[in-house]
């Protein structure tokens, strides 16, 4: 199979290119659609089978290109639709949520007229938050896929604790003033007095911080991840308000086996870590108070890190998210490829050497 996919430069990089080495390492063909590349001369010179877009980005050259191709799949991360956008929008502008508008929804529904092509709508939602944040799409004949993020297990795993980068506590992320609304709360407090904790942050955005050190390079994320006693995850907030949404930390930090406590999201708990694999915390009071119990605790430090990754591995890597869609489109052999190399990962020597 080849895949065309549209090439990006934000977080959604990362998704994309977990989805990618899974594609490669099944043996199937991968090209980028770039931002100056020609549209048809993408779709002419590599003639895919399946193509990966937005339903916002999704203009009239690549629909001509969809149109000219009766057989070619398409799979298209598309902007929320559900009953869940009567709350967000009461909220003015407060969070960034990309709710669709009727210019996206009108030219979708039309493309699904159309076109005799398999169309699937995804967004990065656990299949039991859909109905909520989807379902409209499907109310308008519009099939939609649960494509949530996962862990790339081909990037991200254990590895040995490196001197130079221990600590107490390590977070890999920017610092901004939305997200900053719950790091203010939730790490910053944890900076001072400077000393208390060995703390070590890294990220492309400068935090206000003296432990920020700058960016990390990514052939050294592993190891400041395994080098740390906790790696926190704060989300953004409309995460902990809405409970729809969960990002990608807690499954490369999982995959690599390091101990993540977590600020409360409800998908996190109630679909994903369902047996109290990874703690949590619904306030920065409750929060602060379990750095300092489980720092204490390296036994059950390892012991939530274990039962975590076990629960990545056998079901939220990009692996699981790419055998699902291949299940969709009714390719049950290359799903059945896919999930063969999570097995395959987990059965080497993975008790690394730990801070």
């Known amino acids: 199979m080849k895949i065309l996919s549209l090439h990006y430069h934000n977080a959604f990089s990362y998704i994309t290119n977990g989805w990618k080495n899974v594609f490669q390492a099944t043996g199937h063909q991968w090209e980028w659609l770039y931002e100056n590349t020609p549209v048809f001369d993408a779709f002419n010179g590599f003639e895919p089978d399946l193509f990966l877009g937005t339903t916002y980005g999704l203009d009239r050259a690549t629909i ?87 862990a790339d297990h081909f990037v991200y795993k254990p590895v040995n604790s490196v001197d130079f980068l221990q600590s107490d506590i390590s977070f890999v992320g920017g610092y901004w003033k939305y997200k900053g609304r719950n790091l203010d709360k939730y790490m910053i407090p944890l900076c001072y007095p400077v000393g208390k904790y060995n703390i070590k942050i890294f990220g492309n955005q400068v935090w206000p911080v003296p432990q920020y050190m700058g960016i990390v390079e990514n052939y050294l994320v592993n190891h400041v991840f395994c080098s740390a006693k906790i790696c926190p995850n704060i989300s953004e907030p409309h995460a902990n308000d809405f409970g729809f949404e969960i990002n990608e930390r807690v499954f490369k930090l999982s995959a690599c086996k390091c101990f ?96």
């Open 64 to 150: 001509k290109c969809i149109k000219a191709r009766p057989n070619l799949t398409v799979v298209l991360k598309a902007q929320n639709w559900g009953s869940s956008d009567a709350a967000i929008n009461k909220e003015e502008n407060k969070y960034p949520i990309g709710i669709s508008n009727e210019e996206e929804q009108e030219k979708i529904c039309k493309l699904r007229e159309e076109v005799d092509n398999t169309i699937l709508l995804h967004n990065f939602y656990h299949e039991k938050r859909m109905p909520e944040t989807m379902g409209y799409w499907n109310d308008h004949g519009i099939d939609t896929i649960s494509m949530p993020l996962a």
């Open 260 to 355: 993540c406590l977590s600020d409360h999201i409800d998908s996190l708990v109630e679909d994903v870590f369902t047996k109290g694999e990874m703690p949590t915390a619904k306030t920065a009071d409750e929060f602060h108070e379990k750095i300092d119990f489980y720092l204490d605790k390296p036994d059950l430090r390892t012991e939530h890190a274990q039962r975590c990754y076990d629960t990545v591995m056998k079901s939220h890597t990009y692996c699981h998210r790419i055998a699902n869609l291949f299940n969709r489109i009714g390719l049950d052999n290359e799903a059945d490829k896919c999930l063969g190399l999570v097995s395959k990962s987990a059965t080497g020597d993975l008790s690394p050497k730990r801070f």
